[in-house]
């Protein structure tokens, strides 16, 4: 565990559940629990951003549009502010899409980040497809 996600553990968690980040998306990034819906993992997606863990981001990407690297590490992290989860929609067994909302500023400047995420689940685990912006 590093030491940004340790100082998590008596906060809310990042997604903007009222749990605590251990009984939350931790569960996911520090414990490889399995996401059971599209939903979770996208939350679980939002915080690893708020992480700078872009080796879970990596892991949760579908092979066939992952990137071979984000290059956070070598970025200052982005201020994340809150994410809004609007639309969860389960079209088959494998496949869902999320809409969300997530803040973020840079430069102090408030941003928002507005998609409908594509998912698809492979040998019971979802996977990040891609994403529109509406
Ligand atoms: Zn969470």
């Not at 809310?12 to 931790?26: L, T």
């Not at 879970?56 to 092979?63: E, F, I, K, P, S």
């Not at 502010?81 to 102090?108: C, M, W």
Request: with cysteine.
């Amino acid at each position: 565990m590093n030491t940004q996600s340790a100082n998590l553990k008596t906060l809310h968690c990042p997604c903007g559940n009222s749990k605590q980040y251990s009984d939350c998306c931790g569960r996911y990034l520090d414990q490889g629990e399995v996401a059971v819906t599209a939903e979770h993992l996208m939350r679980s997606r939002y915080t690893a951003y708020t992480l700078n863990r872009e080796d879970y981001l990596l892991a949760t990407w579908h092979h066939s549009t992952r990137p071979t690297s984000l290059g956070l590490a070598s970025q200052p992290p982005n201020q994340w502010s809150g994410l809004t989860v609007k639309r969860h929609e389960q079209s088959a067994p494998d496949r869902a899409i999320v809409e969300f909302v997530a803040r973020y500023k840079i430069n102090g400047r408030a941003h928002r980040l507005h998609e409908i995420s594509r998912f698809v689940r492979e040998d019971e685990s979802w996977f990040y497809v891609d994403g529109d912006i509406p």
